[in-house]
């Protein structure tokens, strides 16, 4: 089960908006942020996708979820305005958002590429 954010557990695990104005990650590996919504078909059909990555990945890579119904601010925040909204968050560097149902091969290229996390190491 992946874990869902709030505003006050994404301040502690990813980015603390209140205390820094630029970027500071504050995750200890990278992290992949599902925006999405309940009702949304789409975030239906990624769901099961991100979980089987948290399970091969696992240990590498932190896999978090966030609620754009429930936490607004959040979505806000970085301007997600459809759904679902992907967030790739690498350790060191600026995170980047792809929109879309992405396909597993495409998780799996940008997590390699953005994150620069694989699997074999």
């Not at 301040?11 to 500071?24: G, I, M, P, S, T």
């Not at 992290?31 to 099961?48: E, N």
């Not at 936490?71 to 790739?88: C, D, K």
């Not at 597993?104 to 953005?114: G, M, R, T």
Request: with cysteine; proline share 6%; hydrophobic share 40%.
């Amino acid at each position: 089960m992946l874990e869902h954010l709030t505003k006050e557990t994404f301040k502690e695990k990813v980015f603390n908006f209140e205390a820094n104005k630029d970027w500071k990650f504050e995750g200890d590996k990278p992290c992949l942020i599902d925006f999405y919504a309940d009702w949304c078909g789409p975030c239906k059909m990624v769901a099961p996708i991100l979980e089987e990555l948290a399970k091969e990945y696992e240990g590498k890579l932190n896999i978090f979820k966030v609620d754009t119904e429930d936490q607004q601010e959040l979505a806000a925040m970085f301007g997600v305005r459809s759904i679902p909204s992907l967030l790739f968050v690498p350790k060191d560097g600026q995170p980047q958002m792809a929109m879309g149902a992405l396909p597993k091969d495409s998780f799996q290229k940008a997590i390699k590429e953005v994150l620069k996390v694989d699997i074999e190491n």
